[in-house]
Nanobody, 121 residues
């Protein structure tokens, strides 16, 4: 299973950006999907997550500003980011827990390539 992220870019403080991530492969299903971010000199942190049933969780720093959603039919996850702040500047990564059918079902975790988000004041 592979993830392809898109979106990101540069915006001014208070602006909005939308990140998308699509899973591809064969004979697979996706469980939890998450967005993480890593700022220069900092550890990677979980920003938002969504289960296959649509339950969501957010880092305190983004609650009320970011919204995660998914389309199970298309195996995509989206992160709508509003009211962006300079401290949101980071490389954002999507991640998914999946199952893939071989001789049996095998579970795993995969990451998309990072996409840069830069918020300037």
């Amino acid at each position: 299973v592979q993830l392809q992220a898109s979106g990101g870019g540069s915006v001014e403080v208070g602006g909005s950006l939308r990140l998308s991530c699509a899973a591809s492969g064969s004979r697979f299903y996706i469980n939890d999907m998450n967005w993480h971010r890593q700022a220069p000199g900092k550890q990677r942190e979980l920003v938002a997550g969504i289960t296959s049933s649509g339950s969501t969780n957010y880092a305190d720093s983004v609650k009320g500003r970011f919204t995660i959603s998914r389309d199970n039919a298309k195996n995509t996850v989206t992160l709508q980011m509003n009211s962006l702040k300079p401290e949101d500047t980071a490389v954002y990564y999507c991640e998914a827990d999946y199952g893939v059918l071989g001789d049996t079902w095998v579970q795993g975790r995969t990451w998309g390539q990072g996409t840069q988000v830069t918020v300037s004041s």
